[in-house]
């Protein structure tokens, strides 16, 4: 498509204003238990990293490896069903997408959970390591 303005008269011309909102609710749900895990695990990860780990360092960069893996592991179905309901043509409905992944619900529930687990992995190593380098 040439421009915004034409994305914006195809989205309504196939879905209707709804259409404008696909994918708001996983979003949305993402987003709340993104804040209510992220605390305890900045807090209670380093914790008990540092019972095993004696090193800021190493343990830091194990604390940046562990909460991306919980993190990624909660997202990641959630990102790929606001991205099923963002990508379809059609108005679809949450049955619709259960009965089109139920072949194999993990893999498809986790598919691109690799470069979501990297993105978080290197943002959260970065920050601690800043973090460490700057305290």
Known sequence: MKNELQIVR??????GIKGFYAGALPNYIRCLLKNSYK??????????????????KVRKFFTGLVIALIEASITCPLERTKVY???QRDSTSYSKFF??????????????FTPLFMRQF??????????????
Do not use: C, H
């Open 99 to 112: 009965k089109a992944i139920n072949q194999d619900r993990f893999n498809e529930l986790f598919r691109g």
């Open 85 to 87: 309901f963002m990508t």
């Open 39 to 56: 605390y305890p695990v900045m807090v209670g990860v380093p914790k008990a990293l540092g019972k095993k780990i004696n090193d800021d």
């Open 10 to 15: 195809e989205i309504y011309g196939t879905k």
């Open 122 to 135: 290197l943002s959260w190593t970065l920050l601690l390591q800043t973090d460490f380098i700057v305290k």
